[in-house]
Antibody
Framework: QLQLQESGPGLVKPSETLSLSCTVS??????????WAWIRQPPGMGLEYIGS???????YYNPSLKSRITILEDTSKNQFSLKLSSVTAADTAVYFC???????????????WGQGTLVIVSS | EIVLTQSPATLSLSPGDRATLSCRAS??????LGWYQQRPGQAPRLLIY???KRATGIPARFSGSGSGTDFTLTISSLDPEDFAIYYC?????????FGQGTRLDIK
């Protein structure tokens, strides 16, 4: 059974870099069958798509965050990661790692989610 | 960026009632729209994809319809566990976006 688990510091200081990892078990991330994404949710608010990584390390970033984010994969550990630089209080959120599934090469669903990890930006 | 507008913001119903939730896109997303349920303290869960396809394990009381810019999620007879927040999501155009959510409350 597929499981995704986020890990990383729960508290980051303003202007520093937020770093999270997602460990995937039950399937390999080194496959052209899926994309692997990060989505966040500020407390009490809606969902925001951050970006994704695909087979071979190709990345796709939300333009609203593109200048500050880096998504990488480590296939040897079956993990992918998120770095968000120059954080502010507005980056305080629950961060989810997610598997994006597709049909006929078209991504059409977010079918497996990690439980999420709360990251607070505060001095 | 495609804006998804959900209505109503809050829907107050009783168990056994029929619920109808709406999602309108600012431009066509064809049929590439999904619906997700989020219970308090949990991650969202996929209910419907491609506008009308039920995800694995989702009860038949959940159904989706629509195409282009107007979509509907219907819950035919509300179970107590269905009271949650529902989000629509499109990945037809970049960047992927979500609606602001509809909160389904117990009346």
């Amino acid at each position: 059974q597929l499981q995704l688990q986020e890990s990383g510091p729960g508290l980051v200081k303003p202007s520093e870099t937020l770093s999270l990892s997602c460990t995937v078990s039950g399937d390999s991330i080194n496959t052209p069958s899926y994309y692997w994404a990060w989505i966040r949710q500020p407390p009490g608010m809606g969902l925001e798509y951050i970006g994704s990584i695909y087979f071979g390390g190709r990345t796709y970033y939300n333009p609203s965050l593109k200048s500050r984010i880096t998504i990488l994969e480590d296939t040897s550990k079956n993990q992918f990661s998120l770095k968000l630089s120059s954080v502010t209080a507005a980056d305080t959120a629950v961060y989810f790692c997610v598997r994006e599934n597709m049909d006929r090469g078209i991504v059409n669903r977010l079918d497996s989610w990690g439980q999420g990890t709360l990251v607070i930006v505060s001095s | 960026e495609i804006v998804l507008t959900q209505s109503p913001a809050t829907l107050s119903l009783s168990p056994g009632d029929r619920a109808t939730l709406s999602c309108r896109a600012s431009q066509s997303v064809s049929s590439y729209l999904g619906w997700y349920q989020q219970r308090p303290g949990q991650a969202p869960r996929l209910l419907i994809y491609d506008a009308s396809k039920r995800a694995t394990g989702i009860p038949a009381r959940f159904s989706g319809s629509g195409s282009g810019t107007d979509f509907t999620l219907t819950i035919s007879s509300l179970d107590p566990e269905d009271f949650a927040i529902y989000y629509c999501h499109q990945r037809s155009n970049w960047p992927p976006t979500f609606g602001q959510g509809t909160r389904l409350d117990i009346k």
